[in-house]
């Protein structure tokens, strides 16, 4: 029996709602080929992209014509003060928000361009992504978690599952947690297993929005380790962080001040 008809039932019967599922949403849909394709043949294009907010307040500008090129098998951090647009731009790039003006090419799609319908299914397959406050569903186990995106996005057969989940929890070191439920997990534990679930539809992306804002040292040290490991093997992440010391750590730094790039760095790692 796929998780369709059991997990998902365990996740309506807890009352939660924090993701959207839709139980008929199965098959992939079609989404068109950038005509332009990305900048130089990079994973990931931002053109002219700007996000303004209307609020009561007025008109909130969020991101002022960024142009950014990520490339493949790249790790980059984005920095910069509360405000400055860091949450926004990767909300960009996984779909989860909408440019007002300009355009985002990820792996040869147009994102701006997807439907509602298209770019959940599209994001599970392509980019995994990290909250810095975990986000599982608490009425499902780890391993219930970790193989929630694969019955949604319909990747791996349904046989194949549990393995593949078992298999990137032991990659996360959390495989012997794999049966416990997310309030007995440690905040690190949880962040792992959120790690797991990201990569489990084995995307070529990973976009992590403050990862380690709620570890402890030792932990962020062993998510960072993971991070760069995950780059070595090929995946690309783009990591949000106020930890400059971090953000060393990543191939190349980008500082966002007032919604706009104020500075790239490379680093040595």
């Known amino acids: 029996m796929e998780l369709t008809s059991t997990l998902l039932d365990k996740y309506d019967a807890g009352g939660e709602r924090m993701l959207r599922l839709d139980r008929k949403q199965k098959k992939r849909p079609h989404t068109s080929t950038d005509r332009h394709g990305t900048s130089n043949g990079c994973l990931i294009g931002l053109e002219q992209v700007s996000k303004t907010y209307q609020s009561s307040a007025g008109v909130f500008i969020a ?8 490339d493949h098998s790249e790790f980059l951090s984005i920095v910069g003060k ?4 860091k949450s926004t731009l990767i909300n960009m790039v996984t779909g989860i928000d909408r440019p007002t003006e300009g355009r985002v090419v990820v792996n040869e799609t147009p994102v701006h361009e997807l439907g509602e319908e298209q770019i959940a299914v599209w994001r599970g397959r392509n980019v995994g992504v990290i909250f810095q406050f975990f986000q599982l569903l608490p009425t ?4 219930e978690n970790v193989m929630l995106p694969m019955d949604y996005c319909g990747v791996y057969p349904a046989a ?6 078992m298999h990137v929890l032991e990659l996360v070191g959390m495989a012997d947690h794999a049966h416990e439920m997310p309030s007995a997990l440690s905040g690190g534990q949880q962040q792992s297993v ?3 679930r990201a990569l489990a539809c084995d995307p070529p992306i990973l976009a992590a929005d403050e990862p380690t804002g709620n570890l402890d ?3 962020a040290e ?3 380790r993971l991070f760069e490991r995950l780059v070595d093997e090929g995946k690309t992440i783009l990591m949000v962080t106020h930890d ?4 060393q750590r990543t191939l190349r730094t980008v500082v966002l001040s007032d919604g706009e790039i104020v500075n790239q760095t490379k680093n040595h790692r």
Do not use: M, N, W, Y
Not at 63 to 70: R, S, T
Not at 244 to 247: P, V
């Open 140 to 143: 499902l186990t780890a391993v």
């Open 82 to 85: 509360s405000g400055s647009g």
């Open 63 to 70: 991101l002022k014509e960024i142009d950014l090129q990520v």
């Open 244 to 247: 400059r010391d971090l953000a």
């Open 160 to 165: 194949d599952r549990p393995q593949r989940a």
């Open 217 to 219: 040292s030792r932990t």
């Open 222 to 224: 062993s998510v960072i």
């Open 194 to 196: 959120a790690i797991a």
